[in-house]
């Protein structure tokens, strides 16, 4: 039995210089014929072994009755067999000393048990043998710089000549392989590779991460996520990808989320698989995006451009009315245009009087008739705007479109700041599209792409990655945490006040009266707390008072809780909690919430009675600082409350930090017991912050 010494690196992996093509055949409609087809057409470098037992000869290349029969072992086989032949193929390919396997046969683990079950075979047979998979499910890659089309997709054929450039893709999805690169071909989008690695039962998303971070070919890298098999390794890649320069863009399918469970808790109806993966990419410098073709395309712009020096944008168009809908949507989507500066201006009133020299540039507003020089002086002025970073030409049916156009590709190719070329013309800009297409400038026909693509742009600037956890709070010893289950407030108090966060003074009763002495030593006005187990919408229940003045009303309102609680949970015991009333503030709502494979993650966002109407919240993975938690807090729509807005004096914001942050240390703490924690409300007032309300639930 043949075994490898070592098992083949990620860059022959990609950029492979041999391949074993299992089942190769001369007709196109079979998948192995229309595989090699692709490989021949688009001038594969490297030797390719046709395998048919059948044939001597395939298209005039040499064929081989088996891998066995090879004359040296390939890099790669591509394995598209029955299932019932798997094991054997593979085992076959590892005994030839083949590198790695790309299989495409379906209906394995992602199928049925009986499919997995199969599927950890073959991974075991391989990694005997040291030889690695890509799939199974999978459709193979495309890697323009290596000519290497080994997939069956249709666009293949279409496109011609592969474009290669620096942008790579990796996908949990193979259709959307072909879609992209489709896509990308017309749009002037060069390749490096493109990978689809279905099951990932071997190698897995972060493997071709890896490879193409140290891919010197490869200076942007797109990714279609389903889901993470590493996300601590995804972690660090990202961050080595950011220090390195190679931006990651990333769309992920499932936005959105339902189940019983979430009625349970605020904070798990607030955050999610979803959530902890948008918190992970933006703590580690990935631009999360929401739709694939605008990413390939976004990518190909980047790779073509230098990163921009500042994230302002310049716009010219030859549109009226769409400068107008781009200003706003400008201004919407919170992405930072501005007027051009005072020498721009000075520029541009050559040619434009002082009303029409704005930003977006409506480049038909010019005084006079009309002559080529206009638009050039016009186009220099806005690209050598000294205070925008991104120039943006949005040509739409207009004179002299071949002249501007040559003009825009020859700013372009200066290469002193991004310039993103929007050619929103449909069939009617053919042969434009081939003038870009020669020139090598990328290009977007959406303008709702161009939103993207600057907000990628805006945040590419912005980005500040999380490279190490704070440090825990001097002293701050982990209290005594109860056993799994259901948290009460008391209980949920009990632990707040260990980690240091203030909660009002309290007392649990079981009768009126020690109700009533409880309220004269903690002083009226007081507030009053069913305390029932597994219940979370108390309000909703009437199981709380609040602005209790006297003990007339606490006596009223007592009888009134224990009623609520007999109907509430008839077998439960009477316990109300008195509690001191605190002053008006803003209210919050503080969570923890357990997060498989991406650890504890805190939710901050309004709280009190408005949180799932407002759903106005931040998440960051916990631990955290109390300068980290400043910055949550910024970030939310209600923050001018908390900081003085219309004259109001600024609340005990520095107070909340530092209890949110010492609070973040319960998930750390808990580590997999924790399922969710939550304070709701947490309220801010003039002179101090404190936790109002807690539940949670251990595991």
């Known amino acids: 039995m043949s075994k490898r010494k070592e098992p083949i690196g990620m860059d022959r992996v990609i950029m492979p210089t041999s391949l074993a093509l299992i089942g190769a055949s001369e007709d196109y409609a079979k998948f192995g014929g229309r595989i090699l087809h692709h490989l021949l057409e688009h001038g594969y470098a490297g030797r390719i072994f ?123 999805s193979g259709a959307m392989m072909g879609t992209l690169f489709l896509q990308s071909h017309d749009h002037g989008v060069g390749l490096s590779g493109m990978v689809s690695i279905g099951n990932q039962a ?274 701050l010893i982990a209290p005594s945490i109860p056993a799994a289950g259901f948290l009460t407030e008391p209980e949920a108090k009990a632990i707040l006040s260990g980690y240091g966060v203030p909660i009002p003074a309290a007392t649990l009763t079981a009768d009126v009266e020690e109700a009533v002495r409880a309220a004269a030593t903690c002083g009226y006005p007081v507030v009053l707390k069913g305390v029932v187990a597994d219940v979370v919408h108390k309000s909703d229940l009437g199981l709380v008072k609040v602005g209790i003045a006297d003990e007339a009303a606490l006596r009223t309102a007592f009888a009134q809780i224990a009623e609520a609680i007999a109907e509430a949970a008839p077998a439960a015991p009477v316990q109300i909690d008195v509690q001191q009333m605190i002053g008006p503030g803003v209210e919050l709502i503080v969570g923890l919430i357990g997060e498989p494979g991406f650890g504890p993650q805190l939710v901050l966002g309004a709280g009190g009675i408005h949180v799932e109407l407002l759903r106005d919240v931040v998440q960051h993975s916990a631990p955290v600082s109390p300068a980290e938690v400043r910055d949550m807090l910024e970030s939310l729509r209600i923050w001018p409350l908390l900081d003085g807005a219309r004259g109001q004096k600024p609340l005990a914001v520095d107070a909340a930090c530092e209890a949110i942050a010492r609070l973040s240390w319960l998930g750390a703490d808990l580590g997999d017991r924790l399922t969710d924690f939550e304070v709701n409300p947490f309220r801010i007032t003039e002179d101090g912050a404190y936790a109002l309300d807690g539940r949670g639930t251990l595991g």
């Open 202 to 475: 071997d190698l897995e998303l972060c493997d071709f991460l890896e490879g193409f971070i140290d891919d010197p070919k490869t200076n942007v890298i797109c990714l279609y996520v389903e889901g993470l098999k590493s996300p601590e390794r995804f972690r660090d890649l990202c961050q080595r990808a950011l220090t390195v320069g190679k931006p990651v863009l990333v769309v992920k399918a499932g936005r959105t989320e339902a189940g019983s469970h979430l009625a349970k808790s605020h904070t798990a109806s607030l955050a999610g698989s979803f959530s902890a993966f948008e918190t992970l990419c933006r703590e580690c410098g990935v631009m999360l995006m929401d739709d694939p073709d605008a990413m390939i395309v976004a990518a190909g712009v980047l790779d073509a451009n230098p990163l921009p020096r500042s994230g302002r944008t310049g716009i010219i168009c030859a549109s009226g009315g769409g400068a107008a809908i781009m200003a706003d949507h400008m201004e919407l989507r919170d992405l930072p245009a501005g007027p051009f500066a005072a020498v721009t201006r000075d520029r541009l009133e050559h040619d434009y009087p002082a009303s029409h020299a704005n930003n977006p540039l409506d480049l038909g507003g010019h005084k006079g008739g009309l002559e080529f020089g206009i638009f050039e002086r016009a186009i220099d002025a806005v690209h050598e705007d000294p205070e925008t970073g991104v120039t943006v030409y949005v040509m739409t049916p207009q004179p002299l479109m071949p002249q501007t156009l040559a003009h825009v590709i020859s700013v372009w190719k200066r290469q002193d700041k991004p310039l993103v070329l929007v050619m929103n013309m449909s069939r009617f800009g053919a042969d434009l599209r081939d003038q870009a297409f020669e020139a090598g400038i990328p290009f977007l026909t959406r303008t709702d792409d161009l939103y993207r693509l600057l907000a990628v742009y805006r945040d590419l600037l912005l980005v500040r990655p999380r490279l190490n956890a704070p440090a825990r709070p001097a002293g």
């Open 50 to 172: 046709p395998i048919n037992p059948k044939r001597d000869e395939v298209l005039g290349l040499t064929c081989y009755p088996s891998v066995a029969d090879l004359p040296e072992p390939a890099d790669m086989a591509l394995v598209a067999v029955p299932a019932k032949a798997l094991e054997a193929t593979v085992d076959a390919c590892g005994q030839a000393g083949i590198g790695a396997c790309v299989i495409v046969t379906a209906q394995l683990g992602e199928f049925s048990a009986e499919g997995a079950a199969l599927e950890a075979r073959i991974v075991e047979i391989a990694r005997s043998h040291n030889m690695r998979l890509i799939g199974p499910n999978c459709m193979g890659m495309i890697v323009p710089q290596a000519d290497l089309a080994l997939s069956s997709t249709p666009t293949l054929r279409y496109a011609g000549k592969m474009r290669k450039g620096g942008v790579a893709f990796v996908s949990q």
